[in-house]
């Protein structure tokens, strides 16, 4: 009997355990939160934590980005979503005693640097605060903010940048730190771009919609770039695919000129864009296409002709690559085709219209890979090769019967042909956790040929270099290099040394001091492109001689906490025969390549970045002199009634500003910079060698954007604001010209004016 009790007391126990395991789990299954986690570009948010705040309930999203939190009281709730790159969010919750709770939230990239991977100059990838230079990073988050439709309006409002403008030809250039374009190396991916002047217009020949992020080292790279990075170098780093299976994305922008704007005949700035990613566990493989369009826009000139010209420009690129662990290689093919058209004013008495059309096609090819061998030693290995082309057309045409003539002037049919090789390889060696080396070989090879070239140069360039990290401390880095150079046309110094080190001098405060010594040889653009026409008459010069250097610079970094962010830095640069325009003594009307013997530059730029609460900022300021001993060797130099001054100094300011609306899901930004004075030489070479110079200056000016962005769909974000809010379009100038060879003469242009857009982006995963 005791045991028959027995076994009906144990089934009553399984019987209640049982309907109470019922009970518990469909109380558990209505105490149920779940939720997707997106990206601010719709990507989702994979390996997200998710922690229930006052309780030890938590989990991780999964590829998708989707979570499920369960066993909850009924009630309300604080969830905290958090991860790495990413500013953490909060979000107060009802669970409903009857069904599961389902949302989604959107994380928003924190304004933390520290974390931004870095790779321009490095061993391997690694963080703004472990590298010993001083590296400013424009990431994906800052270049959708922007909705800018060049790489120009993303670099525009960045301390140290100045862009000018010749609106004959279409073109724009750039100064870093008071140094020309000539000296500021434009990579793609780690690999030079070229260009057929001396202007840099290949930056605003990138696909903007490309870009993963911009890198930017300010001071000499010569030990690791060689040629043309005596001012830094700007590196543009191109999407690479994530952890996403497949990937589609699209772009439209529509923005006006001014108040020029109509969709059916393209006046106004009209962006289309579309991509694709695929990828497997190893091989990958990317597409896209951009089609930019500018209606251009007419300003002060009359009749058929345009202040800025129209340009259409059709980008394309595609890639494929192969990744395991220790391996990653990839091809990549970018490709550029433009049209710039230049109408010419009708003569009244002959009907007849000069026309020009400058068609360009760019074709960069690159091969990349990587190979870990092991703990210790890795290997990397670039080639590239470009062929750019750049033809010239010139027609009569009569107006009255619309037929078009060629033009048979001089310089008015010219196809200009350049091409660049260039091939670099690399071994990085850990022999201890303190020390680390790195060899290496730099190849270059750069020809051109074309009407106005005189004959069908060449000149190659080889190159050793080494460099060594060494630790001695975990509170001290410093790295050293030299570069042996042989260049077929000059004769390069032996050695070029550079000295760079970091010192942590607190948890907060970070020292960065220094040096490198800089050689350029002039390139074949400088020493024999010839360029005659309507407005342009330049004369290369084969006499050239090669440029050196000493720079010295450092930066103080202070970082109480991840919010807040001060870096002061200063700069010095010493040149010798710096190559830049003069008068040709032979002919007054023409313009030529000359060496100044001395020139410097020096600074001090201050940049503070700091978030609170929903506001994300950086302010900056910089104040840069240059100096050129020309203007204190010659007796005819003039400005306004007295002396020319030893530096001439103009100050910049900047602010970036955003603020989140949680409640609207919008952010809105505020870019602005102010420009003063910018000093420059008109310099003239006399009939006995001697060269003087009058300074001039252009005018300062405001400049300022402000722009809105809001997610209206899990995959779909709308961009729309003013750019240009103070509407510049001219500055004046005290000089006759704008200072440079690539002047249309008087006022010096900046932009079209005030603009308005519209954009819609589309961005689509599945993992």
Known sequence: MKQVCTNRFFQLYLLVLLNSSVVWAQQSTSHTIKGTVLLSDGRPGALATIQVIGTQKGTITDAQGHFTVSELSPGKHEIQISMMGYTTLRQDVTVSENQPLQFTVRLQPTTNQLNEVIVTGQYEPQSLKKSVYNVRVIDRERIRLRAAMNVMGILNNELGFRFSNDLTLGTTDVQLMGMSGRNVKILLDGLPMVDRGDTRESLNQIDINSIERIEIVEGPMSVSYGSDALAGVVNIITKKPGSERLSVNARIQEETANKDYNLLTNQGLHIQNAGITWQTKRWNLSAGVTNNTFGGWQGQSEGRAKDWLPKDQLFGHGKIGYRTEALNIYYRLDALKEDLLSQGVENLNTHLARDQKYITNRYVHQLQGDWKLNDQLQLNGQASLTDYQRRTQTTILDVTTNRRTLSLGQGEQDIATFTSQTYRATATYKVSSAVSLQPGIDINRDA??????????????????????????????????????????????????????????????????????????????????????????????????????????????????????????????????????????????????????????????????FSWKALQATVGFSYIGRYNNLLTETDTTTYAEGKLPTFIWSPEVNANLTYTLKKLDTKVSFFYKYTGKRPSYLATVTADGRVSAVLTEIAAFHWADLTLTKPIANYLTLTTGVKNLFNITRLANTSTDTGGAHSSGGPSPVSYGRSYFLGLAFQWYKN
């Not at 004959?455 to 990290?469: L, Q």
């Not at 970070?510 to 010594?517: Q, V």
């Open 448 to 609: 051109a040929s074309g009407d106005r070239i005189s004959g069908s140069p060449s000149i190659s360039d080889y190159a050793f270099f080494v460099s060594s990290t060494l630790s001695p401390t975990t509170h001290i880095s410093i790295r050293p290099g030299l570069r042996f150079i042989k260049n077929s046309v000059y004769e390069a110094p032996p050695v070029i040394p550079s000295l760079n080190t970091k010192f942590a001098l607190t948890p907060t405060l970070d020292l960065r001091l220094a040096y490198a010594r800089g050689f350029r040889a002039p390139a074949l653009r400088e020493l024999y492109f010839n360029f005659f026409d309507a407005s342009h008459s330049i004369r290369g010069n084969p006499n050239l001689k090669a440029e050196r250097s000493n720079s010295f610079n450092g930066s103080l970094v202070w970082q109480a906490t991840h919010k807040v962010k001060s870096t002061l830095g200063f700069f010095y640069n010493d040149f010798n025969n710096l190559i830049t325009y003069g008068v040709d003594p032979s002919d007054p009307h023409i313009t030529t390549t000359i060496n100044i013997d001395r020139f410097k530059t020096t600074g001090v730029t201050q940049e503070n970045a």
